[in-house]
């Protein structure tokens, strides 16, 4: 079992930058390969970028690609989200999701697949 807390939300001008942050409770963090998602009012949760279990591999969504950047500190059992020039449709609430998996370097991006997900935080960027 996993638990995930999200925390760093807020309320940032547009061109603006936030780092959110994921802590996850137990021994079994490096484990899990992780992943972001968010979800718009109105509309449906989508990914945001993912993260390997080794931090080596990384994947994102078109949307935040050249502006968002996702780490993980495995001594610290936290996936860290940085999120730079900030755009209003960026607003949402951001969720981190962990996938145990066996290979290192594999990033899920299909949010089906997450097994266990944090309760999210807000993030408002206004313009």
């Known amino acids: 079992q996993v638990q995930l807390v999200e925390s760093g939300g807020g309320l940032v001008q547009a061109g603006g930058s936030l780092r959110v942050s994921c802590e996850a409770s137990?021994?079994?963090?490096?484990?899990?390969?992780m992943g972001w998602f968010r979800q718009a009012p109105g509309k449906e949760r989508e990914l945001v970028g993912g993260i390997s279990r080794s931090g080596g591999m990384t994947r994102y969504a078109d949307s935040v690609k050249g502006r968002f950047t996702i780490s993980r500190d495995n001594a610290k059992n936290t996936v860290y989200l940085q999120m730079n020039s900030l755009k209003p449709e960026d607003t949402a609430v951001y969720y981190c999701a962990a996938k145990r998996t066996m290979s290192t370097i594999v990033v899920v991006t299909i949010q089906d697949e997450y097994d266990y997900w944090g309760q999210g935080t807000q993030v408002t960027v206004s313009s």
């Open positions: 137990g021994r079994t963090f490096s484990m899990n390969a």
